[in-house]
């Protein structure tokens, strides 16, 4: 079974400011759960690409980071939840290069292969849920 | 909120009647939670200085802060609000200096003394100097917003400098956050400096970059593609093994784009080509 160790952190999707926020509080996160350089950049960067997601397309939402332990390892986990638009085809929106806004389209694909577990819900017109799990090795 | 006319006309009658006690009350009111950060003396001169413009706003008949009439004294608050948002002062120690009016007032007029008509009177203008303050209260708000926006640019410039680092060879180490205002900030001046400098060689530097994401390479390659339409090739250099792998589990591909380790690789590299470029001019010759 997963548990949460210490506190949730939620930090605010608003603007530019808060996407570096949010990958302060992974960045910290991720140290706290002992994941190596390389598991916090990859974490970090994932968070960044899913944070400026819900920035930029779901209109504002928040993250939720804490610190998981399922028993044998610990790590990060990061909910991102937004009440934007939603994303009505998940299969183009996660393939490579794929973007509806001049970008690389490599954001949700790419911030997929960087984590362990990715959870996707969204719904058209009520919003977009993103839960990712980076765990120590 | 609005005055009546009579109201602003009794205003305006307390106020040059007991003009001096006012001010000095006012000035007191004003001065104490500024604990001599700005010297009484300067601050009794701006309270003094709204006490007049109120005065004579009145006479011409403004009995609100909207339109015409009300111009010149927003024009004042919005000076003195600047002002103490450039020499540091919070904005409640901002929009007290104008609620200290309302201690002056209700001491000078028969309020004081319980008069039921001049408890009304109290009222209004008290509704009326909450009006004058709540738009201090803005007013400050948006100097310190510009003041926080200049500043912001004045330290982009600072930290994106660009360096010719050897003959033919400019460089940007790029240090913090790269958002989209900073890319646009960095690509200017690279490509100013290719100008400048008559460069055919740039290095992008992002050892200082602690977040290497999807926007900041779709930045960087953008600068790539601007410098080479100028004729000039970059080399992208920085990027350290984390970041390596995490590009590449991205999927972000920098095509033909040389990227380095470190700087010094970087310099190395450009160095190399830079006598092949003068062997290959000689045999042309
Ligand atoms: N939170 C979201 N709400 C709505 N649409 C989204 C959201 N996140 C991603 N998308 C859609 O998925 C597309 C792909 O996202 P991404 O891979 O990050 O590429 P990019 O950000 O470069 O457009 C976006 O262009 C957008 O259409
Ligand atoms: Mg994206």
């Known amino acids: 079974m997963t548990t949460v160790v210490g506190a949730a952190q939620l930090q605010a999707i608003v603007s530019d400011e808060d996407v570096v926020r949010v990958r302060q509080l992974v960045r910290t996160a991720a140290v706290t759960a002992k994941l190596s350089l390389v598991d916090q950049t990859k974490v970090v960067t994932a968070a960044s690409e899913l944070a400026r997601n819900t920035l930029v397309y779901g209109g504002g939402g928040q993250a939720e980071v804490s610190t998981v332990d399922n028993g044998a390892r610990r790590g990060v986990r990061v909910v991102f939840s937004d009440d934007g638009p939603g994303i009505a085809d998940v299969e183009l929106a996660l393939t490579d290069g794929y973007t509806s806004g001049g970008g690389l389209g490599l954001g949700l694909s790419g911030a997929r292969r960087l984590v362990e577990e990715f959870e996707l819900n969204t719904e058209v017109g009520t919003g977009t849920t993103i839960a990712i799990t980076k765990w120590a090795r | ?285």
């Open chain 2, 1 to 285: 909120m609005t005055l009546n006319a009579e109201q602003g006309e009794r205003l305006s009658e307390i106020l040059s009647l007991r003009s001096d006690k006012i001010a000095k009350r006012w000035a007191e009111v004003a001065a104490a939670p500024l604990k001599g950060r700005l010297s009484a003396a300067e601050s009794g001169r701006q309270t003094a200085e709204l006490q007049q413009q109120l005065q004579s706003s009145l006479k011409n008949g403004a009995l609100s802060l909207d339109g015409a009439a009300g111009a010149e004294l927003r024009a004042l608050l919005t000076e003195l609000s600047r002002d103490r948002a450039r020499q540091g002062f919070t904005a409640s120690e901002t929009a007290t200096s104008v609620f200290a009016l309302k201690t002056a007032l209700y001491e000078n007029s028969d309020a004081a003394k319980g008069k039921a008509e001049a408890l009304r009177d109290y009222v209004a203008w008290s509704e009326f100097v909450d009006e004058l303050g709540l738009f201090t209260f803005e007013a400050f708000a948006r100097a310190r917003e510009q003041i926080i926006t200049q500043q912001s640019e004045q330290l982009m410039e600072l930290s994106t400098p660009v360096v010719k680092l050897w003959e033919g060879v400019v460089a940007v180490p790029l240090v913090g956050t790269l958002d989209s205002a900073r890319a646009q900030v960095v690509m200017e001046r690279l490509l100013q400096a290719l100008v400048d400098t008559g460069s055919p060689y740039a290095i992008i530097d992002i050892t200082g970059v602690p977040s290497v994401d999807t926007q900041v390479a779709h930045h960087v390659l953008k600068t790539v593609m601007a410098a080479r339409l100028m004729g000039a090739e970059c080399i992208v250099s920085g990027i350290r093994p984390q970041i390596a792998q995490t590009i590449v589990t991205l999927g972000i591909d920098f095509g033909d784009i040389p990227t380095k380790a470190s700087l010094a690789d970087a310099l190395r590299h450009v160095i190399k080509r830079l006598s092949a470029d003068a062997r290959a001019a000689k045999r042309e010759q």
